[in-house]
């Protein structure tokens, strides 16, 4: 990676640290469908999972590597504890990619050190010298993060990272791992790092936070400002509890006021070079399909991807708007990729047009996904008059998600009123073939399908969120239903879109079935084996 002092690198780490947010657990090949849609997008580098904890996760970052990390793409990263086993792994998952890059990390604070590690400042300085070395004989591009930067001593920080940087690591990624720090703060220690550990110049320094307080965005910006060269983020904000830093708002942040973080980056403050390598006309549709797969609903207010975010109801602003779009927006909805909602599809649509438009929004579909895609077109425009560009999202990416094939509804049948018993009758197909059919009463529809499914596929889950979306307006419209249940501690997430919402719902609660019925199947072959 070249340390150009001029330019912010965007390191991805919706594959790691996103897919630890609960209920977003991901497959292989939904992991590579985001993988590959993040090289589009243009990150620098995708921290593609963490090798060492289990099978599936070294799997994963192998097939990313081999798949995505090619000669003209990403970096393509794994993390790894610093253990031997954990860097050992990494730089086996990594080795397919044509640039790789081991991240390796160790606590610092003393609460880590104390209650955590349970290790002396001297020993843990050891380690990490000792670990980036480690990771330094299997690639040159090694990073170190000592974890909980924000809440450690700074004179011990620097010593870390001074003999860290030392030992090989080219990269030095600084934590918020709490959410802890205010921006003043943050940008404090990052100054202080640039101040007092001798050889930073031979590394890139990366910053890492998550959203506890609201704040991981503008520490971010605070960070660059005073030497960060790297941020780490994820689509959608997405990471364990309240997230991490979201990239979008960080790439557009940068984008829509780069003449006020020119000077920082040593540019003429006019300078209209973008600060990034992001292609921006890519976020929304990488936003939209992280949300898809991963189950993880973005909020209508939510800053550059919400639904509203380009939306005015005000009357003055609406005014406003229509005289001139700059009087209420800092920015083009179309920089972010997102076109106006225009109908350009219907019933008498051939495959030509429909794979033609696609292409235009950006997808890019293997025959096989194209093939099911356009049968489902078809299904919808034989009840929809038009079909919006918001329409041919939800469909591809409905089709496109690689839920384990295993359970399929093949029938949903409902009774209810206001004066009823709502009942259903729902059909599935096993995994064996089997078609079997069951009925269920519930306190509404949803509820007797869910009861019902639960009777055939007969494995214990708790519903802990259920949500539905319209696509767009009008009482045709499509409506995307995403579901979480939750088995012993483990959630996993289900969505699926239809013209009717019972089906959607049927469909969605099966897909996250799937998912859970794959990974018990999973535990039983790993103990098998074992």
Request: aromatic share 6%.
């Amino acid at each position: 990676m070249s340390r150009q002092a001029d330019r912010i690198i965007i390191f991805d780490t919706t594959l790691r640290d996103g897919e630890q947010c609960p209920g977003a657990t991901l497959n292989i090949d939904e992991k590579l469908v985001i993988a590959k849609q993040l090289a589009r997008l243009g990150v620098d580098v995708i921290e593609a999972g963490f090798a060492f904890a289990s099978p599936g996760d070294f799997e994963a970052v192998s097939k990313i590597a081999q798949t995505v990390g090619t000669e003209d793409g990403p970096v393509i990263c794994s993390l790894a504890r610093a253990r031997h086993d954990d860097i050992k792994a990494a730089a086996a998952a990594i080795k397919p990619a044509a640039k790789g890059r081991i991240h390796t990390f160790i606590a610092t604070s003393d609460i880590h050190l104390e209650y955590k590690l349970k290790k002396t400042r001297p020993e843990v300085i050891a380690i990490a010298e000792e670990m980036v070395a480690y990771a330094k004989s299997f690639t040159d591009d090694v990073e170190f993060s000592p974890e909980d930067a924000g809440r450690s001593d700074p004179e011990f920080l620097y010593q870390v990272l001074e003999r860290a940087i030392a030992a090989g690591a080219t990269t030095v990624n600084i934590p918020d791992t709490v959410g802890y720090t205010t921006p003043s703060e943050f940008g404090r220690i990052i100054k202080g790092i640039t101040e007092n550990v001798p050889n930073i110049d031979k590394a890139i320094i990366s910053v890492h936070g998550h959203n506890d307080l609201g704040l991981a965005v503008a520490n971010f910006l605070e960070a660059v400002k005073n030497g960060a060269r790297q941020l780490e983020c994820t689509i959608n904000g997405i990471g364990e509890r309240a997230g991490n830093a979201a990239l979008e708002e960080l790439v557009m942040a940068l984008h829509v006021r780069r003449q006020y973080f020119n000077p920082f980056l040593g540019r003429a403050k006019n300078s209209e070079a973008p600060l990034t390598n992001i292609d921006t006309k890519q976020i929304y549709k990488t936003s939209r399909l992280v949300s898809n797969l991963t189950g993880m609903l973005v909020q209508p207010n939510k800053a550059i991807v919400g639904a509203n975010a380009f939306a005015h109801e005000s009357g003055i602003h609406q005014d406003g708007v229509l005289k001139n779009k700059l009087t209420y927006e800092i920015m083009d909805a179309q920089l972010i990729g997102l076109s106006d909602n225009q109908i350009v599809l219907g019933k008498h649509s051939g495959r030509n047009a429909f794979r033609t438009r696609l292409k235009e929004l950006g997808f890019e579909l293997s025959e096989n996904d194209l093939n099911k895609a356009f049968v489902r077109f078809k299904e919808v425009a034989d009840k929809k008059k038009e079909i919006s560009d918001w329409d041919l999202e939800a469909i591809v990416n409905d089709e496109i998600q690689q839920a384990p094939d295993l359970f399929k509804v093949e029938l949903v049948q409902v009774s209810c009123g206001s004066k009823a018993q709502p009942t259903a009758t729902v059909t599935l197909r096993t995994p064996d073939g089997e078609e079997l059919t069951d009925a269920a009463i519930g306190t509404g529809p949803v509820d007797a399908v869910y009861k019902a499914i639960n009777r055939v596929v007969n494995v214990p889950n708790e519903l802990i969120e259920f949500s539905v979306q319209s696509v767009t307006g009008g009482i045709d419209a499509l409506g995307e239903v995403t579901i979480r249940l939750r088995h012993e501690s483990r959630v996993f997430s289900g969505h699926a879109a239809n013209t009717d919402i019972i089906v959607a719902s049927a469909q969605a609660y099966v897909n996250a079935l799937n998912r859970l019925y794959a990974a018990l199947q999973q535990e039983v072959k790993e103990e098998v084996t074992a």
